[in-house]
């Protein structure tokens, strides 16, 4: 009887291990955008806002003025590229933001992958060190599905006590390519939502 009982305990012990674990993302209500005919699930709290509507939210950072340039300089960065964009931010919290761009069309296998993810870590490493900010290289990887190929790095940067997640993506698929900039605190990076996006 004692045998039974132990092999009973050890089987639900194993089955909780195996059961699928909540995610950062799941316990969030959800908000689904649009862009380009794609469409990407984010938080409920995040709503489209105009790139100066952001300028001005900003103003807001009086206390994180190190933030506030790395926000401007992206905005600055995704304006230079001269393509459509949206930009999407948490109306409770605006260092939270997700830009979302037309890029150029990729071919990626997994060489050229890893050389775009190591060049895109290099400039962003010589972009922080320019702002004087700590950068770390969480991790980068790609991936694909049936209908597209994905580039993912994610990032960290940091400013004494302060330090906010990044992660950017650059999805490529036979009906062209899209670029995401994902910033926040809560280091949710929304994967989950992108390879939905990258199966369409």
């Known amino acids: 009887m004692k045998k039974i009982l132990i092999l009973l305990t050890v089987i639900l012990i194993i089955g909780c ?15 689904t955008i649009r862009f380009k005919n794609n469409t990407i699930v984010l938080t409920s709290s ?51 933001y997700v830009f979302i761009y037309t890029c150029d069309f990729y071919t990626f296998d997994e060489h050229r992958a890893a050389r775009v993810v190591q060049e895109l870590n290099d400039r962003l490493l010589n972009e922080a060190n320019g702002q004087k900010m700590n950068y770390k290289r969480i991790h980068g990887r790609f991936f694909f599905t049936p209908s597209s190929k994905v580039i993912k790095l994610k990032y960290l940067k940091a400013y004494k006590k302060e ?29 989950g939502s992108i390879k939905k996006l990258a199966t369409k």
Not at 17 to 30: D, V
């Open 46 to 96: 995040y709503a489209k806002i105009a790139p100066e509507e952001f300028k001005n939210r900003l103003d807001s950072l009086i206390d994180k003025p190190k933030f506030r340039k790395v926000a401007l300089d992206e905005l600055k960065k995704v304006q230079d590229k001269r393509v459509d964009f949206e930009l999407f931010v948490d109306e409770n919290n605006v260092e939270n």
């Open 17 to 31: 291990e195996f059961l699928p674990k909540e995610s950062k993302f799941s316990k969030y209500s959800k908000n």
């Open 163 to 191: 330090r906010k997640f990044q992660t950017e993506y650059i999805v490529a698929s036979k009906f062209g390519g899209v670029g995401l900039l994902i910033s926040n605190l809560e280091d949710i990076d929304f994967e």
